[in-house]
């Protein structure tokens, strides 16, 4: 049985199962390569009535991870965050992300949250940066919300195919989310 095979087995067992899947947000934002749409969208699916719901504690439980990896790029970056980014592989991320920022700040925190990149390169970023805290945490709940309501609302529409089409089609999706974002800070530069 896989890791998410696990997780969705201990979601529909548990009676306390939004406080796990705030728990699995947390540490999918902050440390686990696993994307949390491999339990949420069948959870979700066994649990259509509560969709938006769980779409709003899992938003939760990544704005806290959110919260912590902040943290730790503006009070531990020297530490615990190089040593996060080197024992993940995140150095050419970071760097990338790192010029990005500096360029686009808020976007480019709502670009890297709807992409697969690892979003804790943008925590760790915007930490170490000591970027305005209330600002990042729009970012991130603009981006992240996108993400989870989209999949409820997908969920919601499509029923039992919205796994298939999430996996078919995710790419394309966040392919086209981050072209929006891209357009929306080049209006934003040119219009400013």
Not at 27 to 33: C, K
Not at 147 to 163: I, Q, S
Not at 167 to 189: D, E, F, K, Y
Request: net charge neutral; charged share 10%; proline share 3%.
């Amino acid at each position: 049985m896989s890791r998410s095979e696990k997780w969705r087995e201990r979601l529909e067992t548990s009676e306390h199962a939004l406080a796990l899947l705030f728990f699995a947000s947390f540490l999918e934002t902050t440390v686990l390569p696993i994307p949390i749409e491999v339990v949420l969208i069948p959870y979700m699916l066994t649990h259509r009535d509560r969709l938006w719901l769980i779409a709003t504690v899992t938003l939760a439980g990544c704005l806290a991870g959110a919260l912590v990896g902040y943290g730790v790029g503006f009070f531990l970056f020297e530490s615990l965050g190089t040593w996060l980014i080197d024992t993940f592989g995140w150095q050419q991320s970071y760097q990338d992300f790192q010029g990005m920022f500096e360029r686009y700040g808020f976007w480019a925190i709502i670009a890297i949250g709807v992409t697969p990149i690892p979003f804790q390169v943008a925590m760790l970023v915007a930490g170490t940066a000591g970027y305005s805290i209330l600002l990042f945490l729009l970012a991130a709940a603009i981006a992240r919300g996108v993400r989870y309501y989209g999949l409820a609302l997908l969920v919601h529409l499509f029923g039992e195919r919205a796994m298939t089409l999430w996996q078919r089609h995710s790419t394309v999706v966040s392919v086209g989310i981050l072209g929006g974002v891209i357009v929306g800070v080049a209006a934003a530069v040119y219009f400013s």
